[in-house]
């Protein structure tokens, strides 16, 4: 079956980096659009990076220029690079892959989404 698994989160303070990791299996990994999300104390959860099959990039704005998405099709692994946390990017972060196979167009929405990880906890202080 379809596994997601979130590794990397801890507690950094302001200014700090930290790396989120995604262990994908039992899917053709390869194919998939993936996704990172983010629940932050009173909002709801948000899309943060995208990532197509090849490698193409989409962020929101809140991150981008801070964060970094990538992936290793060989190992089934997908990455975040977070740099420059600040105290609002603390929140529960999540792994998420598209329905259905191919290039993402954008972020992805969450009504596109057929799988979650259970989420890492990232808590940035000031």
């Known amino acids: 079956q379809v596994q997601l698994v979130e590794s990397g989160g801890g507690s950094v303070q302001a200014g700090g980096s930290l790396r989120l990791s995604c262990a994908a299996s039992?899917?053709?990994?390869?194919?998939?659009?993936m996704g990172w999300f983010r629940e932050t104390p009173g909002k709801a959860r948000e899309g943060v990076a995208a990532?197509?099959?090849?490698?193409?990039?989409y962020y929101s704005d809140d991150v981008k220029g801070r964060f970094t998405t990538s992936r290793d099709n060989a190992k089934n692994q997908l990455y975040l690079q977070m740099n420059g946390l600040k105290p609002e990017d603390t929140g529960i972060y999540y792994c998420?892959?598209?329905?259905?196979?191919?290039?993402?167009?954008?972020?992805?929405?969450?009504?596109?989404?057929?799988?979650w990880g259970r989420g890492t906890q990232v808590t940035v202080s000031s």
């Open positions: 039992g899917y053709p990994y390869s194919l998939y659009c």
């Open positions: 990532i197509s099959p090849l490698g193409t990039q």
């Open positions: 998420a892959r598209r329905r259905n196979t191919g290039p993402c167009a954008t972020l992805v929405s969450m009504d596109d989404i057929g799988y």
